[in-house]
């Protein structure tokens, strides 16, 4: 028995996405292809897909040699079209029907792992900062976000996009804007640009107790990044904080490079393991 085509399966299973759940479907076959790419050669690798919907991206990342295919699905309306696609790659595709938020990726398939996914726009932020926590457990991540969120996620210190989001992504992988989608590509079409952002994990990742503390720094930091440094960082050690890490106390967040942070980070970890 032949694939139906996506578009038939849609069809035949009454598919619409939810804009609740932050859906919009990418059925393009050429451009899924070219996101699957992302991952280059996918020979022996897993690979976990969230927000599959009907099926596009996972098709072309059944079409690589990716030894697995792990799709993570919380819509139950979509697990029956994604059941009949599991009937014709029995042994490569598993689908998780959970939500991704509540769930640890890294424990779906074997290394070396990536994730390829065209994220759902409302919870795209808090996945990537919880597979920041665990970047060690990736070999790479091509993941969809709105076009500004990729632009944060790869900005530049003295940048208007540079914060939060951008020291951690770039404080633990090599993070760059690799594909721009225009909104006539997806069904329904959103209102903005969307973007591929890959991020390479480094090989050397902090600790946990170091990511913890580097998030409240930058939480810290960038809560009131109007304000000097001497300031918004007052709650975690302020101007001593400052001066022990060789910053100037009237910097603002956003001049910091991720070194920068690094230092405060360590330096706050310190002091929590003295207090």
Known sequence: MNLPSLRDTIHAHGLDAKKSLGQHFLLDPSICARIASLGGDLTGRSVVEIGPGPGGLTRALLDSPASRVDVVEIDSRAWPLLEELASFYPERLHIVQQDALKLDAASLGPAPRQIIANLPYNVATPLLVGWLRQADQWERMALMFQLEVA??????????????????AQWCASCSVVLRIPPGAFSPPPKVNSAIALLIPHKQQPSPDLFRAMEQVTAAAFGQRRKMLRSSLKPIGGEALLEKAGILATRRAETLTIEEFNR????HLANKKKA
Request: one cysteine or more.
């Open 151 to 168: 632009e944060r996620i790869c900005a530049e210190p003295d940048s208007s996009a540079y914060g939060r989001l951008a020291v951690l």
């Open 264 to 267: 405060l980070a360590e330096l």
